[in-house]
């Protein structure tokens, strides 16, 4: 990683010069790699990050976004409050391909209308694609690559007409995962953000399958929260590749008290793997999983019902749209 950086220096400082560059941050570990890279390498009064807070984010994460990148020493900082318009232009839509298609071009508007002022046409646009997201939109090597997925950082009309200016850098695009994490170690980067669990772009979008809602998004919002913070008090975090909750469009029956009540059903999904492109399915001790399920039901009134997808890659996917 090391080399890799030497390497990657060097081609960044001759493409960009003193040109400016724009990073959009999700808060996964791709697009904050790629901050601290970009700070490490050009000038940081050049760099200009834009957090956009979807409303499909973690609990608490567009916080935690901005003590992180003032750590970074990021001078440039803009946070985007644009939930209205994402959840305006995705009501009532429960095709996934139809939500990240919203999701993607809406952050691309949203970027445009919002753009730092100090910023010059030619600026470039970072991104913190992977090769996995190549591969998975088809534009990995070969000439048959199938789309298994959209990935909006990849797919999106304007970014393809960045792309074709010669104006996107996409540094980790020839690196798995497990490497973007090596590169966040080597540079300096707080273990808890680089052994964070990958996030996908569309956020929550995708992990509430049917419509979105805010009542909905708040419910898995809360059930996420907890699922990883027992996880953290568990141990078992960081032996887990990506842990997540979903949200079904099912409602079940339970007993609340002599009451029957139809309560939404939760799935979680835990994984091990090393680069998202196949997976296993994590052997939680049952205990575990018994434990964590009443936590859940007995804090979000809501959840009726929690369910352990036993699914591994192939042939199901890691995220269930
Ligand atoms: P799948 O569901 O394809 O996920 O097995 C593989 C990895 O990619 C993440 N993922 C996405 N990331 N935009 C992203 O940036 C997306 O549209 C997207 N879909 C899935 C997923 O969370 C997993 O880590």
Redesign the pocket.
């Known amino acids: 990683m090391h080399s890799f950086l030497e390497s990657s220096r060097e081609e960044i400082r001759s493409r960009v010069g003193k040109r400016k560059v724009l990073l959009l941050i999700?808060g996964?570990v791709d697009s904050s790699v790629v901050a601290a890279m970009l700070l490490k390498i050009l000038p940081p009064e050049n760099i200009y990050l834009m957090y956009i807070d979807t409303g499909l984010m973690r609990k608490n994460e567009t916080a935690e976004i901005k003590l992180y990148l003032k750590s970074l020493g990021a001078e440039n900082i803009q946070i985007v409050s644009a939930s209205g318009i994402f959840l305006e232009k995705l009501k009532g839509v429960s095709d996934p391909e139809k939500k990240?298609a919203i999701i993607g071009d809406l952050f691309i508007k949203v970027q445009e209308a919002e753009l730092p002022d100090g910023l010059s046409d030619n600026y470039f646009l970072a991104q913190g694609t992977l090769y996995?997201?190549l591969i998975?939109s088809g534009k990995g090597v070969g000439v048959n690559a199938k789309v298994?997925?959209?990935?909006?950082?990849v797919r999106s009309p304007m970014v393809e007409a960045k792309r074709k200016a010669g104006l996107i850098i996409e540094p980790l695009d020839k690196l798995f995962k497990d490497e973007v994490r090596r590169l966040g170690t080597t540079l300096g980067l707080d273990t808890r953000i680089v052994s964070r669990h990958?996030?996908?772009?569309?956020g929550l979008a995708?992990r509430i399958i049917g419509d979105i809602t805010e009542e909905k998004i708040r419910i898995l919002q809360e059930a996420d929260a907890l699922f990883i913070k027992e996880l953290v008090n568990r141990k078992l975090y960081n032996k887990i590749w990506?842990a997540f909750c979903v949200l079904l469009p099912v409602k079940s029956v339970g007993v609340t008290g002599d009451a029957r009540e139809y309560g939404n059903v939760l799935a979680l999904r835990a994984i091990k793997s090393v680069d998202?492109m196949t997976?296993d399915v994590y052997p939680f001790e049952i205990a575990d999983l018994l434990a964590i399920s009443s936590k859940i039901t007995n804090t979000i009134p809501e959840i009726g019902r929690v369910v352990y997808d036993v699914s591994s890659?192939p042939p199901s996917?890691?995220?269930w749209e």
């Open positions: 999700s996964g990240r996995t997201d998975e298994i997925k959209s990935h909006h950082n990958p996030f996908p772009g569309p995708v990506q998202g997976a890659k996917t890691i995220e």
